[in-house]
């Protein structure tokens, strides 16, 4: 009965064991089988040797996901392109430089801002990954004629590529120049020239310098230009003690300007405190006697407004005597015996005949 009752304990915890294990399995690994993942894919137009299924993605050095497959779309969409398909995940803490509720959203508008996928090696071991980055030169332009089933992230060529390209381009140009005529063209250039007459002229300069220098040398020991230099010399020491001679003045008469000025000011401050209260005194003054100016222009205005017919009626009499008078100087003039009050002389007739 002892027996029985130890098998049926041990068979009763290797139960308990395996369903605790199963349990464990089941809360560890729940969360990966029920986890969703979010797809992207890119196009290569260069070989991506080292790129393996697994290989991380980063974005600036940190892990934003890993490679899933790499096939070609001709495999899959099936089309003909000579292009290399790679399709990657993205982990939800995916947030490459951007805000949003899901990596695809986040993606998506990194994408628009610039955002491009590029192959980078992990130093010597020629193993691949997939690194993310918003570059200036941007993306390359791939034709694609389909419809990508998972997020499109444009790539663009990798460092080791763009090197390559640089050097075939460098070859192609060497290999298009024309060394035998650049060769045929040094040679007859150097035909061309002749040598001897160069050389000639050459020495003739020489010669030339050699004598110049010599001319200036003994120009320069010459007792004329000595004497030039000392007497330079000599003026500088006397312009020195002259302008040393001037500091004690100068200063003097900057002294007294100074001094004329503080005169000035204060005379100037004086006049003003003396003469502020009467100008304004006087200022009061012309303003009261423009006040009656005005005043006494209004009321001749009105007056000449209100007696314009006496005045005009007056004018007009004035005229009159003025003529009366006139014409009476005139007769006066001519028969001054009016005075006397003496007829005037009766006006002379003309006769058609002869006086006797």
Not at 39 to 54: C, D, K, P, R
């Amino acid at each position: 009965m002892t027996q029985k009752s130890n098998y049926f304990k041990l068979g009763l915890f290797l139960i308990l064991a395996f369903a605790l294990a199963a349990a464990m399995l089941i809360a560890f690994g729940a969360g990966q089988f029920l986890k969703t993942e979010t797809l992207a894919e890119t196009y290569f137009n260069e070989s991506v040797q080292g790129l393996n299924i697994g290989s991380e993605v980063k974005y600036k050095g940190v892990k934003i996901g890993a490679v899933k497959s790499i096939t070609t779309p001709t495999k899959v969409y099936d089309v003909a392109s000579n292009y290399v398909l790679v399709t990657f995940s993205l982990s939800e803490d995916c947030y490459v430089g951007q805000t949003g509720k899901n990596p695809a959203e986040r993606m998506k508008k990194a994408v628009g801002d610039g955002l491009c996928v590029f192959l980078s090696f992990n130093g010597l071991t020629g193993s691949a990954y997939l690194e993310t980055d918003y570059k200036k030169n941007g993306p390359d332009d791939l034709q694609i004629t389909w419809t990508p089933e998972n997020l499109y992230v444009p790539s663009r060529s990798s460092n080791i590529k763009q090197v390559s390209d640089a050097i075939s381009r460098a070859m192609e140009t060497l290999g298009s120049l024309d060394l035998q005529k650049m060769k045929n063209d040094l040679s007859a250039l150097l035909k061309g020239l002749n040598i001897t007459k160069v050389s000639a002229q050459a020495e003739g300069l020489l010669k030339e310098l050699r004598q110049t220098n010599k001319d200036l040398a003994k120009i320069l020991s010459s007792g004329r230009v000595q004497q030039i230099l000392t007497d330079t010399g000599s003026s500088v020491a006397d312009l020195k003690q002259i302008v040393h001679r001037a500091k004690v003045p100068i200063k003097q008469t900057l002294a007294d300007i100074n001094a004329a000025s503080g005169s000035f000011k204060r005379m100037a401050t004086g006049l003003e405190q003396d003469y502020e209260g009467k100008l304004g005194e006087m200022s009061k003054k012309m303003d009261t006697v423009l006040a009656n100016l005005e005043k006494t222009s209004r009321l001749l205005e009105n007056m000449i407004w209100t007696n314009a017919d006496v005045i005009e009626k007056t004018i007009g009499n004035l005229e009159d005597t003025t003529d009366n008078l006139n014409q009476f100087t005139r007769e006066l003039r001519a028969y001054p015996g009016r005075i006397l009050m003496e007829a005037p002389p009766a006006p002379k007739t003309s006769t058609s005949g002869k006086e006797k």
